[in-house]
């Protein structure tokens, strides 16, 4: 199992540009998470999903974009991308509910500049 | 807001030693709180978790202790190894949501 992949690896952006992270995964997990990771705040929840076609917001949802049409996928669309949206991006995916493991994916890197 | 606070943000601890990590949190609702530990370049992977209605946990060298009247939680991890050192991450859940602390970049000596 590849568990949980994540492309692009990096990416610049320019202010106002669109761009959507891609996650997957092949574990068969129904919940599914979008974070960031700015240096010195730790993580932060951007939005997460308990299944295909349910998504709800998480602690900083503004800016971003979420859809989940499939159990396996789960992208992050940024729709004008602002300087303040550089940072590192992780997707986890878990089996259960919050009391159950995350599993994340190795990240993505983007800057807008 | 931080939900969760960590401290301290860097620690460096001789190999052979006990390297100890805290974290406090306010609201009293949160029901599951894992630790994580990152390396440089991967994403967070699982270390230890407990829930507020256990005291301590402890897996092999990695020890939570949980003091739910003082809202603190703690991880102990005896017999520090240069291979430990990463970063660590207190978290706190409410159902599907999830707090993390700021992080500790822990360093272990040889």
């Known amino acids: 199992n590849a568990g949980v992949t994540q492309t692009p690896k990096f990416r610049i952006l320019k202010i106002g540009q669109s761009m959507t992270l891609q996650c997957t995964q092949d574990m068969n997990h129904n919940y599914m998470y979008w974070y960031r990771q700015d240096p010195g705040m730790g993580l932060k929840l951007i939005y997460y999903s308990v299944g295909a076609g349910i998504t709800d917001k998480g602690e900083v949802p503004n800016g971003y974009n979420v859809s989940r049409s499939t159990t396996e996928d789960f992208p992050l669309r940024l729709e004008l991308a602002a300087p303040s949206q550089t940072s590192v991006y992780f997707c986890?995916?878990?089996?259960?509910?919050?009391?159950?493991?995350?599993?994340f994916g190795p990240g993505t890197r983007l800057t807008v500049l | 807001q931080q939900q969760v606070k960590q401290s301290p943000q860097s620690l460096i601890v001789q190999k052979g030693g006990i390297s100890i990590i805290n974290c406090a949190y306010e609201?009293?609702?949160?029901?599951?709180f894992p630790w994580y530990q990152q390396f440089p370049g991967k994403g967070p992977a699982l270390l230890i978790a407990?829930?507020?209605?256990?005291s301590e946990k402890k897996e092999g060298r990695f020890t939570i202790s949980f003091n739910k009247s003082a809202k603190q939680f703690s991880l102990h991890i005896m017999d520090s190894q240069p291979g430990d050192s990463a970063t660590y991450f207190c978290?706190?859940?409410?159902?599907?949501?999830?707090?993390f602390g700021t992080g500790t970049s822990l360093t272990v000596i040889p």
């Open positions: 407990i829930r507020p209605d256990v």
């Open positions: 978290a706190a859940s409410i159902g599907n949501q999830f707090y």
């Open positions: 986890a995916s878990s089996r259960t509910s919050g009391r159950s493991e995350q599993f």
């Open positions: 609201n009293t609702a949160f029901d599951y």
